[in-house]
């Protein structure tokens, strides 16, 4: 089972916000404090992003990718939780 919690929940979390989109659509526009890390480069190494002590909530445009990298990286041990509909939703929620 994923954790998630919604666009409007994330004003509520201490974490750290990951985008996990395209350099272009972060370059674009993204959630205010969110980092930056492709989700292919967040694949490959986690441990190169990730640490195993702080909480991440994770985001794609629509939600999809990040409930994948959200299950894999939860299997790994990390602190993983999606935001629903990603940075869609996110945008109908302000």
């Known amino acids: 089972m994923i954790s998630?919690?919604?666009?409007?929940e994330l004003?509520?979390?201490d974490?750290?916000?990951i985008d996990i989109r395209s350099v272009e659509k972060y370059n674009d526009?993204?959630?205010p404090g969110?980092?930056?890390?492709?989700?292919n480069k967040l694949i490959l190494n986690p441990k190169e992003y990730l640490n195993f002590t702080d909480?991440?909530?994770?985001?794609?445009?629509?939600?999809s990718q990040s409930?994948?990298?959200c299950m894999f990286l939860r299997k790994l041990g990390y602190?993983?939780?999606?935001?629903?509909g990603g940075y869609e939703a996110w945008i109908l929620s302000r």
């Open 34 to 39: 969110a980092i930056h890390i492709p989700m």
């Open 55 to 63: 909480t991440f909530y994770f985001y794609c445009q629509m939600g």
């Open 4 to 8: 998630s919690i919604t666009p409007l």
């Open 29 to 31: 526009n993204h959630i």
């Open 11 to 13: 004003d509520k979390v």
């Open 79 to 84: 602190k993983a939780i999606n935001i629903k």
């Open 67 to 69: 409930i994948q990298v």
């Open 15 to 17: 974490g750290k916000i």
